[in-house]
């Protein structure tokens, strides 16, 4: 049964972070379906939602954002399947950097809190544990249960003012607070900071690490923009944005995980010294132009000719009679598969490692998932790597298929055989 428009999710005029009003559209998606909802094959029987993707640029902060939320309940309680770091190795190494790192530099105290909001299923808090810290999980996700039983105490929630004013109560304060891949995710990011400044110590740290906005528009990386996403940063607005909220940006570090991430630390006004890394970033990113409509109208005609350039290469490969096969289903991917319409003409199926997708099929393009081994066995010409953020690893953990002759396609930034 269809649901209605409130249900659905809500068109925003105002900017998430400065709540302006003069938002402008950048690139147009089209109508998507919510990327992490892959349907079993019961569901294909069913209505599938799409909700409007498109890309706008805040005229008064410079934050990068989409215009049209999802309803969260609909994104993060009904059947999320993403599990952080328990499908790649190159994940959990880069928890593990991140924990010791927040606790090195910053002299945490051992047994001091460390707070995960977003805490999937607890990959980041065993690494804190690890450094001797008490860790506490916040995450409204079916996934986060995974956490519990692995020994990682969560509450199974939204974060918000209220949860940290609780967390206080029974923990005390936090001297880490952080949020991977998450930050761009709060809807009511007002809330949830605010919590996060009741929750954080005097001199405690948080650390908020998302894709950084200046490699997704270098390196057409559009299809990380899916619903899911509501905020996609750059240092300019983060710093302002917590100046407003009585918080302060100190601290930054930039790293290549999921394709170039920037990680942002924060805390309580004038209680840590300020690096001159934030004067320096931000006036790279004005450089770059990332606060221009001329360089971000550059951007949507790449993202236009990316999907030509795609969709003419997989175009020719099925003219020339080869088969193809996807390998691993992120949520990016479908972003990917529904804007440059790649359905089942193109890929006879795509392979995954995560055993809660195997069996079901991709969001909207409806491509059936098999596990692993199903590459070797049905040995396609060539393999789409709609992971392209693990693309190392994943070829060298499939060396096997390019011994047999196989080919691997890597997407973006341009699409290329090798
Ligand atoms: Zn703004």
Known sequence: MAMSEAQRGKMVERCHMCKGNSLTQVLDLSHQPHSDHFPTKEQLNEHEERYPLRLVACLDCGLLQIDYLVNPKILYQTDYLYQSAATTKTGGGHFKEMAHDICSVHNIPKNALAVDIGSNVGALLHSFKEEGLRVLGVDPADVAKKAIENGIPTILDFFSTNVAVDIVKEHGKAHVITGTNVFAHLHDIDDAVLGMKTLLADDGVIAVEAPYVIDLIKEFQYDTIYHSHVGYLSVKPMAAYFERLGLELFGLKKSDYFGGSMRYYVGHKGKHEVSPDIARYIEEEKTFGIYSLSRLK??????ERHKRDMLSLLLQLKREGKKIAGISAPAKGNTLLNYCSIDKTFLDFITEKNPLKVGRFTPGTFIPIYDDATLL????????????????????????????????????PKPKIV
Request: proline share 5%; aromatic share 14%.
């Open 377 to 412: 066995k049905e040995q396609p010409d060539y393999a789409l790597l709609l992971a392209w953020n693990f693309a190392t690893e994943i070829m060298k953990n499939l060396e096997e298929f390019k011994k047999r002759g196989g080919k691997f396609i890597i997407p973006i």
């Open 298 to 303: 550059k951007f949507a005609e790449d993202v």
